[in-house]
């Protein structure tokens, strides 16, 4: 079963996200994603994230920097269409939790 992770945006918005498996197909869908290191204590979110095709593996750069910091660095997606959507999600995510690699 795939982990599922929510996380509570500044607004109050909570948004269900999943653990991406890398050997699985992507769709060529539009998405947010998040790197968190996931603890016993819960995740702490590193990137919050967006791509037009989450085939195109575009994460791929974003996640090789934060494991050069965070070594259990995982990469968590949320399948989300229309870029408008995406891109208010990202910053709703980013004004709640402050990840340090959106610097």
Same mark, same amino acid.
């Given at each position: 079963?795939?982990?599922?992770?929510?996380?509570?945006?500044?607004?109050g918005?909570?948004?269900?996200?999943?653990?991406?498996?890398e050997?699985?197909?992507?769709?060529?869908?539009? /998405? &947010?994603?998040v790197?968190?290191?996931?603890?016993?204590?819960?995740?702490? =979110?590193?990137? $919050?994230?967006?791509? %037009?095709?989450?085939?195109?593996?575009?994460?791929?750069?974003?996640?090789?920097?934060?494991?050069?910091?965070y /070594? &259990?660095?995982?990469l968590?997606?949320?399948?989300?269409?229309t870029?408008? =959507?995406?891109? $208010?999600?990202?910053? %709703?995510?980013?004004?709640?939790?402050?990840?340090?690699?959106?610097?």
């Amino acid at each position: 079963m795939t982990q599922q992770i929510d996380f509570a945006g500044a607004s109050g918005a909570r948004y269900r996200y999943s653990a991406l498996d890398e050997d699985r197909f992507l769709p060529p869908a539009g /998405a &947010n994603y998040v790197i968190a290191e996931l603890t016993e204590e819960g995740p702490t =979110v590193v990137y $919050a994230g967006e791509t %037009d095709n989450l085939a195109s593996q575009s994460w791929r750069g974003d996640l090789e920097k934060a494991r050069r910091k965070y /070594a &259990n660095a995982t990469l968590l997606t949320r399948l989300n269409v229309t870029r408008a =959507v995406r891109e $208010a999600e990202r910053l %709703d995510l980013i004004e709640h939790y402050h990840p340090p690699l959106n610097g």
